[in-house]
């Protein structure tokens, strides 16, 4: 009867013993799992800032491109209409001498 006792504790207390150490290796697994899902997604935020700041220095740039055009244009127009003024003169000096 004593043998029995004996190996029913031991029996017992191996199975407390590997489940306990079944268990914390599975949360240190869970562990580094979530690490890497972290790091992943840390990863994919900084590429996505990246990308961000990329369109925003390219959307600048792209005001800075329109404005110019926009200047560009407006001193093509007042050199149209300063030559449609001398166009006129001439016509009207023309028509004035015929």
């Not at 600048?60 to 050199?79: H, M, P, Y």
């Amino acid at each position: 009867m004593e043998a029995t006792a004996i190996i029913s504790v031991i029996a017992a207390i191996s199975g407390i013993i590997l489940g306990w150490l079944g268990r914390s290796r599975t949360v240190r697994q869970d562990t580094i799992q979530e690490a890497g899902r972290d790091a992943k997604l840390q990863t994919d935020m900084e590429y996505i800032k990246r990308g961000i700041d990329d369109v925003r220095i390219e959307q600048r740039n792209q005001g800075t491109r329109f404005d110019d055009l926009a200047e560009r244009v407006t001193r093509s127009e007042e050199s149209v209409k300063q030559a449609h003024k001398r166009l006129d003169r001439l016509e009207s000096n023309k028509n004035s001498g015929e």
